[in-house]
T-cell receptor, first 117, second 114 residues
Framework: DAGVIQSPRHEVTEMGQEVTLRCKPISGHDYLFWYRQTMMRGLELLIYFNNNVPIDDSGMPEDRFSAKMPNASFSTLKIQPSEPRDSAVYFC???????????????FGAGSRLTVL | GQSLEQPSEVTAVEGAIVQINCTYQTSGFYGLSWYQQHDGGAPTFLSYNALDGLEETGRFSSFLSRSDSYGYLLLQELQMKDSASYFCAVRPPGGRNRDDKIIFGKGTRLHILP
């Protein structure tokens, strides 16, 4: 398996623009997580899905952020409109369901580094 | 509330042993994990403790004591490539599938001196 695939790896945009980050989890993994990493706040959980259904979005900072998982192999995180304080590295991660081996092991994608000017 | 506390930085010498501590304040959890992250890279899984005690994987060991709300990662025979950030993580309890999320401490930056 190619692992968790994220795109784009780097994004530079201007304040007010829409940003869409994409993630393809490992095939067969039931859980998908979106995290944001900054020096000040560390790794923050934004939202996670189980079998394509959003379970907990309490970490989503505000209404400008939204996430979808239309099928088992694809998820998006959208920021509209973007602001400079959204600059961070956004990681997607996946793991198997409770009955599978490695259910306690998160596999991360390489991350998307977002810079909002 | 749920929080994980780790030292922000630790410095050690190549070839030595270093311990990175993690204390937590949660009402309960399902296990303690450790992840390693090199600069510019993604976190990668190192170890998981479901039960109290010591888990050993090569040069790395991880320990958990639920009664003390404490765990640590022990790195032996330090190598320069071990210079990285190390994160502890837990699955806090919740209702209706909400116990499946994983939250992370802010990480400990390990500096290794030659």
């Amino acid at each position: 398996d190619a692992g968790v695939i994220q795109s784009p790896r780097h994004e530079v945009t201007e304040m007010g623009q829409e940003v869409t980050l994409r993630c393809k989890p490992i095939s067969g993994h039931d859980y998908l997580f979106w995290y944001r990493q900054t020096m000040m706040r560390g790794l923050e959980l934004l939202i996670y899905f189980n079998n394509n259904v959003p379970i907990d979005d309490s970490g989503m900072p505000e209404d400008r952020f939204s996430a979808k998982m239309p099928n088992a192999s694809f998820s998006t995180l959208k920021i509209q409109p973007s602001e400079p304080r959204d600059s961070a590295v956004y990681f997607c991660a996946s793991r198997p369901g409770q009955g599978g081996s490695g259910a306690n092991v998160l596999t991360f994608g390489a991350g998307s580094r977002l810079t909002v000017l | 509330g749920q929080s994980l506390e780790q030292p922000s930085e630790v410095t050690a010498v190549e070839g030595a042993i270093v311990q990175i501590n993690c204390t937590y304040q949660t009402s309960g959890f399902y296990g303690l994990s450790w992840y390693q992250q090199h600069d510019g890279g993604a976190p990668t899984f190192l170890s998981y403790n479901a039960l109290d005690g010591l888990e050993e994987t090569g040069r790395f060991s991880s320990f958990l004591s639920r009664s003390d709300s404490y765990g640590y990662l022990l790195l032996q025979e330090l190598q320069m490539k071990d210079s990285a950030s190390y994160f502890c993580a837990v699955r806090p309890p919740g209702g209706r599938n909400r116990d499946d999320k994983i939250i992370f401490g802010k990480g400990t930056r390990l500096h290794i001196l030659p």
